[in-house]
């Protein structure tokens, strides 16, 4: 029987952080999404195969995600910019949840709204000057855990310092854009 704590596997968690100290080349993952134009400015991406911990493997079922843009688009789906923030409200709650398992702290409910500020002049060419991405990212979290305060605030710092998500957008990440044909 798996020793689950807020749904989270820890003996499962525990193992795989025992076998990547043990062996570095397990540590070595690799994600891929596979994107498609549909048309206009939308574009469907499914995402399916991963590379972990020694080798291939598949998700349970493929993944499919749509993104258009609210004005210039046909309502096919979100922004990218949206799957952004969703991607990063979810890698710090995987934190929290994975965190608060390892110290056995009880969660009863984690809820989280995230926004940013964008300036499109800088997208739409209308201003070289104008960053083009996010000028600023604010997510605000409610924990409710069998936990005090102090505890709480430990696991958003945590949540937020071991995301690979919060990483990438607060470190620079060298992006390589190959053009196959």
């Not at 795989?16 to 570095?24: D, P, Q, S, V």
């Not at 540590?27 to 549909?38: D, G, H, I, L, T």
């Amino acid at each position: 029987m798996t020793d689950e704590i807020n749904g989270v596997p820890c003996d499962k968690m525990f193992g795989a952080i025992a076998k990547t100290r043990e062996n570095g080349e397990l540590a070595q993952f690799r994600f891929s999404a596979k994107n498609e134009w549909v048309e206009g400015t939308a574009s469907r991406s499914t995402i399916h195969e991963w590379y972990g911990m020694g080798g291939g493997h598949e998700h349970v079922a493929e993944y499919t995600y749509e993104a258009d843009h609210p004005t210039l688009g046909h309502g096919h789906g979100p922004t990218p910019q949206e799957y952004v923030l969703h991607a990063l409200a979810a890698c710090i709650t995987a934190g929290i949840a994975t965190g608060a398992a390892a110290r056995k702290i009880q969660l009863n409910r984690v809820s989280s709204t995230v926004s940013a500020d964008i300036d499109v002049r800088g997208v739409l060419g209308v201003d070289p000057d104008v960053r083009k991405g996010f000028s600023n990212v604010d997510i605000e979290f409610d924990i409710d855990a069998d936990c005090d305060d102090d505890q709480k605030d430990a696991l958003l710092a945590a949540g937020a310092k071991y995301s690979a998500v919060f990483d990438m957008l607060t470190n620079p990440t060298e992006v390589n854009i190959i053009r196959r044909s």
